[in-house]
């Protein structure tokens, strides 16, 4: 198991978001093993590559997702993923410019952001698409569980129990996370 690629607490309930805050995860995952085991900076400018794109991709089917729900804040959303973007690419080009001491502050200022916004903007805005997709027979109720039964993973998978209630490896992952 990665250090950050289990979700654990910071599951938000949107199959589609999770999936792919989990690509997220495993690319920041592999992003801390190249620089723990000394790998070169060519490697850690691929993994940064590669996080850009999967940022741009999951970002665009998040705003999509919003979008076709009505989600009300959704311009302020896009705007966060944007700055994100822009950081991004501020941090690409330095580390293409051979500043490799930034391969350690690139990871944690990664892990800070991806988390931060999960746990924050991306939680909210689930809440809300799960509530209101279309097509979805409990549209609009809240007494709906906002993360739906059947998409909260199980405690074997350091994810939430169906009544909520956190697992232990939840725990240990939201402690590495922070
Ligand atoms: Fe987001
Ligand atoms: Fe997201």
């Not at 209101?132 to 709906?144: N, S, V, W």
Request: glycine share 10%; with cysteine; aromatic share 4%.
């Amino acid at each position: 198991m990665g250090l950050f690629s289990c979700l654990g607490n910071n599951m938000v309930g949107c199959p589609e978001m999770d999936s792919d805050h989990r690509t997220m995860l495993e690319i920041l995952d592999q992003l801390h093993e190249a620089m723990i085991q000394g790998r070169g900076g060519e490697l850690i400018l691929v993994t940064l590559d590669r996080l850009a794109e999967q940022e741009s991709a999951h970002f665009g089917r998040e705003e999509r997702l919003m979008q076709e729900c009505g989600y009300p804040d959704l311009e302020r959303h896009r705007e966060l993923h944007l700055e994100m973007l822009q950081e991004l690419a501020v941090l690409r080009c330095r580390a293409r410019a051979g500043h490799m001491p930034i391969a350690y502050d690139t990871m944690q200022t990664m892990r800070r952001w991806i988390a931060e916004h999960i746990n924050g903007e991306d939680r909210s805005a689930a809440k809300y698409i799960m509530m209101h997709r279309p097509g979805d027979p409990l549209r609009g109720r809240t007494d709906k569980n906002p993360c739906g039964s059947v998409l909260m993973a199980g405690p074997e998978h350091g994810g939430l129990s169906r009544n909520g209630q956190v697992s232990p490896a939840g725990v240990a992952v939201t402690g590495a996370f922070t």
